[in-house]
């Protein structure tokens, strides 16, 4: 496949609405939940179910999506029931019924990343370094997204809430509409032999696995109370917008460069240097928030934490899985970091009013420590 027929906007758009939708859920739907007046411990059971989903939903479509091969049809369907889903939250704001509404939008929209990251992946064929020149529109519709959204609350009230991620929602729909399919190839003998299981078995993938859920546990404090965290100290719903926005801003930078950064550093290289950064980072937002130039620092480590570990991530399942089990492991990638995530938000909605902000961060950072010690670790067990 050549660069002209790459269809580049068309992936980049859904992207971009995609993660406008994360952009919309990360920093706000805790605040959200404050707005409504549950306790921290109900925000974290609240945030964890959608990450509990993400546990359950990409393994079954991942196999689904291997086994039928219409990725592209799993991707429109899951747009369509994600919106159906949460539109049921004008209906109702008690605690069971949020909770419904939670797992049943994101059941499906968990469906919908790893069935697209395979799509796009078999676009780029043996273009795969320029993967983060796409993605790259996911961080671009966060930016816009988390500002936008931050100076519409400060003037407006949480009400709006819901209505505004139902228009994201339909952006997601429309942009899947509009991308052509495509079907990963054979990349060479052997890759894919002995099925699923015999792939997980190949060394540095179980490795690489248990660290992702290390990884994403360490975002639960970040991902479910650090809006809430920042409001506390003093700053506006439109500061912590645009707080939020430099950190993926710093990520957009990282993903223009991470081709040359993967083709001089090793995987293992890399990500040991992410959970590193990821350590120091929640030790200063958990104690030196307060202080506005810590606080831009540990934004721009956002760099690292998510780009950067992200970035690597897609390139070692694309790398580790044949081309009929490619959905498979990019489900199970987003299904341990589900299961990282809900764990994150659930301690640490049990933590925040016991422990304070402090410890609860630096429960994260341990997290984090324990992924790069796994990585760190000179063996076979581990990923190059």
């Not at 993400?54 to 369907?77: E, H, S, Y």
């Not at 002995?194 to 992702?212: K, S």
């Not at 490619?326 to 933590?351: D, E, K, M």
Request: hydrophobic share 55%; with cysteine; proline share 4%.
């Amino acid at each position: 496949m050549t660069a002209a027929a790459l269809p580049y906007w068309r992936l980049s758009g859904f992207y971009f609405f995609y993660f406008c939708l994360l952009g919309g859920t990360a920093p706000f739907l805790g605040l959200y939940f404050a707005h409504l007046g549950f306790s921290p411990a109900r925000i974290g059971e609240l945030v964890a179910i959608p990450m509990l989903m993400r546990c359950i939903a990409p393994n079954l479509w991942g196999w689904l999506g291997d086994v039928t091969g219409r990725r592209l049809a799993i991707v429109r369907f899951g747009a369509l029931c994600t919106l159906a889903g949460f539109a049921l939250i004008l209906f109702d704001k008690r605690y069971a019924w949020l909770a419904l509404v939670m797992a049943l939008h994101a059941f499906f929209w968990h469906a919908v990343l790893p069935q697209f990251e395979v799509i796009t992946l078999a676009h780029l064929r043996e273009q795969a370094a320029r993967y983060s020149q796409i993605r790259l529109w996911g961080s671009i519709g966060f930016i816009c997204t988390v500002v936008g959204l931050g100076e519409l609350f400060d003037r407006f009230s949480l009400d709006a809430y819901p209505w505004a991620l139902i228009v994201i929602m339909l952006g997601i729909l429309a942009s899947s509409l509009w991308v052509p399919d495509a079907r990963p190839e054979f990349r060479g003998p052997g890759l894919g032999e002995g099925g699923f299981i015999a792939q997980l078995r190949r060394p540095g993938v179980a490795a690489f696995y248990l660290c992702v859920g290390l990884m994403q546990l360490s975002h639960g404090p970040y991902y479910t109370f650090l809006s809430i965290h920042l409001e506390t100290l003093g700053y506006s719903r439109a500061t912590i917008g645009q707080l939020w926005a430099l950190g993926v801003v710093a990520e957009v930078i990282l993903f223009i460069g991470m081709a040359r950064i993967l083709g001089r550093f090793s995987l293992r290289q890399v990500l040991l240097a992410c959970f590193l950064l990821a350590a120091l980072r929640w030790l200063l937002l958990g104690g030196l928030a307060g202080h506005l130039w810590v606080l831009l620092l540990a934004q721009l480590m956002h760099a690292a934490t998510f780009g950067a570990f992200h970035a690597a991530a897609i390139h070692f399942v694309q790398r580790s899985f044949g081309p009929r089990q490619q959905g498979q492991g990019q489900a199970l990638y987003a299904a341990l970091a589900g299961i990282g995530g809900a764990l994150g938000a659930v301690y640490s909605g049990y933590t925040w009013n016991a422990l304070g902000a402090f410890w609860t961060f630096a429960i994260a950072s341990l997290a984090a420590l324990g992924a790069a010690a796994i990585i760190a670790l000179p063996s076979r067990s581990t990923p190059d």
